[in-house]
Nanobody, 127 residues
Framework: QVQLVESGGGLVQAGGSLRLSCAAS????????MGWFRQAPGKEREFVSA????????AYADSVKGRFTISRDNAKNTVYLQMNSLKPEDTAVYYC????????????????????WGQGTQVTVSS
């Protein structure tokens, strides 16, 4: 099992930037892929980005491609989401998650493939 704690959310004006962090403990951090998801009020949880265990490969939702950057520091057991050029439609609770042991990179966009989730951090973008 993996324990995940997100931080870095807040209120920002449109066009601004935020950097989310997710600190992990438990299972060896460098052994699993990590993902970021978000959920806005009244909407389903949606995939934002993912990164392989090594950090070599990444994936992004079309809606954030070119604006968000995922990275990880395996020495610090932390994954990051740098969010630039934020838009009001980016407003949501953002969650980090650890990909399940039995899953694969091809399934990183599917929420049910993740075994462990953080508590979430609120991001609000004002227009």
């Amino acid at each position: 099992q993996v324990q995940l704690v997100e931080s870095g959310g807040g209120l920002v004006q449109a066009g601004g930037s935020l950097r989310l962090s997710c600190a992990a403990s438990g299972r060896t951090f460098s052994s699993y892929a990590m993902g970021w998801f978000r959920q806005a009020p009244g909407k389903e949880r949606e995939f934002v980005s993912a990164i392989t265990s090594s950090g070599y490969s990444t994936a992004y939702a079309d809606s954030v491609k070119g604006r968000f950057t995922i990275s990880r520091d395996n020495a610090k057991n932390t994954v990051y989401l740098q969010m630039n050029s934020l838009k009001p439609e980016d407003t949501a609770v953002y969650y980090c998650a650890a990909l399940g042991r039995g899953s694969s990179w091809y399934k990183v966009r599917l929420p049910f493939e993740y075994d462990d989730w953080g508590q979430g951090t609120q991001v609000t973008v004002s227009s």
